[in-house]
DNA sequence: ACAAATGACACTATTAATGTATCATTATTC
DNA sequence: GAATAATGATACATTAATAGTGTCATTTGT
């Protein structure tokens, strides 16, 4: 069970680098170089925090990606909304009656309950709030 | 992100209807009809089912499975182990240094305080706690 | 003009999840 | 004791999700 995919944590590395070095403009082959990560896979996954609103990206030579908001303004489900579509724990299964009490079955709320606690949790996180301390 | 795979899910689905019928030795072929699942899919899980402590088998002419334990010994933490591997959320990630704070960030902590509340959750629910009510 | 960067986007590879097939063994029934 | 209906063991196949690559176009600084 994954919370989070590569591509997600590749992305949060990144920022992370990035806001470490704010003021200055970041390109791919620098990022490669500190992250130790593919450069395609990594252009693709900075294109798409440039097409979502999380980084500025500056083309030509000197270009490269800066961001787009405040630290405290970019959340883990931001990224992971990005990465891996929608939040959610599981889907809901017991679809079909096996038996009587079924439909009163507490397997769903349980896995709704847990959900709602995750959600709860991570939503609280920014790349800001992985920075201090 | 599944905390619950499909094989999991056929297994609880089947445990359920056997408890739902306990004192009956109940067959593939019956509990197929019943969950309208793949047949040896099926197969394949009830045997690791009875591998693992969870069901007694018996072979031959109107054979089948059985409960092996009583539903509140059975814990959905026993099946996802079973089909699933150890529980694990997510594994650390930010292995590499790319900035002097990193260390001490907290995502590593973040990820392991929720996986310690889910498992928490997760770990009180039985095959009985899912029937009652 | 050239070099170094991103944009767009199609393609490939790997791994995990899901599902199938087959032959052997066991037990019941006639 | 043969037929039937079940599981045991195990290898194989398919599908979907994850991870990663490659290429051509465009932009910008020198």
Redesign the pocket.
């Known amino acids: 069970m994954?919370l989070i995919?590569?591509?997600t944590d590749y992305a949060i590395r990144a920022l992370n680098y990035i806001v470490c070095n704010e003021g200055r403009t970041i390109?791919?082959?620098e990022l490669v170089k500190e992250l130790d990560t593919?450069?395609?896979?990594l252009?693709?996954i900075?294109?798409l925090l440039?097409?979502n609103g999380i980084l500025k990206?500056?083309?030509?030579?000197?270009?490269?990606?800066r961001l787009a908001r405040e630290p405290k303004e970019i959340f883990l489900l931001d990224l992971m909304q990005i990465f891996?579509g929608k939040f959610k724990i599981s889907e809901c299964i017991f679809k079909k009656n096996t038996c009587p009490n079924q439909e009163h079955c507490l397997l769903k709320s349980e896995i709704d309950s847990i959900e709602k606690i995750v959600f709860e949790k991570i939503s609280v996180i920014t790349l800001k709030s992985l920075q201090k301390k």
Not at 38 to 41: A, C, D
Not at 57 to 65: A, D, L
């Open positions: 994954k995919t590569r591509d390109s791919i082959t593919p450069k395609p896979f252009r693709k900075l294109q440039g097409i990206s500056y083309k030509g030579k000197n270009g490269g990606f891996q």
